[in-house]
């Protein structure tokens, strides 16, 4: 076996629609837009309701603590206003744009602020990313057929390995838009699973061998 075998840490997710091995090594979590707007914190309330649930930031919470046990670089990406831009956000204050306490980052983490939905659009993520030679992505966060959707998108167009976590991402209006956008990443842009099947993986219950 050679070095680079050897830094290799195999791991396989049950997914849809069929399972994945990534190397956690060369995997991120994402966790988009889990900021105080989208909670019901903010200071103008959103006419859906709180994208945010207690059970979503409960989710995201353990995923990331596994992630960071694991060894898994953790990628936040915060919606920011553009004043430049004519935009549907709901973020309109500092206090808006904060990440949920209850998930705030650790120094080690990532944080990525965008003006866009896409999290790659004009952002150094894919910068960051092919720095530490990421090269599977996680997706957790809000809204699923938004933002979430919007980047799990370009991550498939820039050659990236998307999974998102059907339970630990959450819509924005009817729950059918949440299972569309769950059939187009099955269907043709990545992997769907839960968080259980992820937290497996990533505590080595799914290793290679």
């Not at 004043?83 to 990525?112: F, G």
């Not at 790659?120 to 809204?143: C, H």
Request: glycine letters at 6%; charged letters at 25%; hydrophobic letters at 45%.
């Amino acid at each position: 076996m050679n070095s680079t075998e050897a830094a290799k840490r195999l791991a396989k997710i049950k997914a849809r629609p069929e399972q994945i091995e990534i190397d956690l090594a060369k995997t991120a979590l994402v966790i988009v837009d889990m900021q105080n707007a989208f909670a019901g914190r903010g200071e103008k309330s959103s006419p859906l309701g709180p994208s945010i649930t207690g059970a979503l930031i409960e989710r995201t919470k353990s995923l990331a603590a596994a992630a960071r046990t694991a060894a898994v670089k953790v990628v936040y990406l915060t919606m920011m206003r553009d004043p430049a831009r004519k935009s549907k956000s709901l973020i309109n204050s500092v206090w808006d744009t904060k990440i949920v306490d209850e998930l705030t980052p650790v120094l080690a983490d990532v944080i990525v602020e965008k003006s866009c939905y896409s999290g790659f659009r004009g952002t150094e993520l894919d910068e960051i990313l092919k720095a530490s030679r990421i090269e599977y992505l996680i997706f957790t966060g809000v809204t699923t057929n938004i933002c979430v959707e919007s980047t799990l998108r370009d991550a498939y167009f820039l050659d990236y390995w998307p999974i998102i976590v059907s339970d630990a991402t959450n819509h924005a209006g009817p729950s059918i838009t949440h299972e569309a956008t769950l059939w187009n990443v099955e269907a043709s842009f990545g992997w769907v699973a839960t968080t259980e099947d992820v937290l497996k993986a990533l505590s080595g219950e799914m290793t290679h061998g």
